[in-house]
């Protein structure tokens, strides 16, 4: 199991910027995929990108490419979210999951394996 917990959400103007972080610990010696997902209240829950074990591969499931890029650090297990120019639309809680995977070059879209409790960002208009 890898422990994940998220930091750098909180409160910005629209037009501002956020870095979300992913911070893994536990059993990371087991390679593993890793996505972004967001909740907005009242709906479901989203996967919003996501990135492979090498982190060559990188996949977007919402309409953020472009404002949003997903990255990774492995040397520091630490996965990031850089979030631009952003709208009040995005208002969500943001956690990150991880897959283990045995394919370094795959950006899962489902199965995930392990959860953080999730970062608040809200966008004010």
């Known amino acids: 199991q890898v422990h994940l917990e998220e930091s750098g959400g909180g409160l910005v103007q629209t037009g501002g910027s956020l870095r979300l972080s992913c911070a893994a610990s536990g059993r990371t010696a087991i390679p593993y995929g890793m996505g972004w997902f967001r909740q907005a209240p009242g709906e479901d829950r989203k996967l919003v990108a996501s990135i492979s074990v090498s982190g060559e591969r990188t996949r977007y499931f919402e309409p953020v490419e472009g404002r949003f890029t997903i990255s990774r650090d492995n040397a520091k297990n630490t996965m990031f979210l850089q979030m631009d120019n952003l709208t009040p639309d995005v208002t969500a809680v943001y956690c990150c999951?991880?897959?283990?995977?045995?394919?370094?070059?795959?950006?899962?879209?489902?199965?995930?394996?392990?959860w953080g409790q999730g970062t608040q960002v809200t966008v004010s208009s």
């Open positions: 999951a991880a897959q283990h995977l045995l394919d370094r070059e795959l950006a899962p879209s489902a199965g995930f394996d392990d």
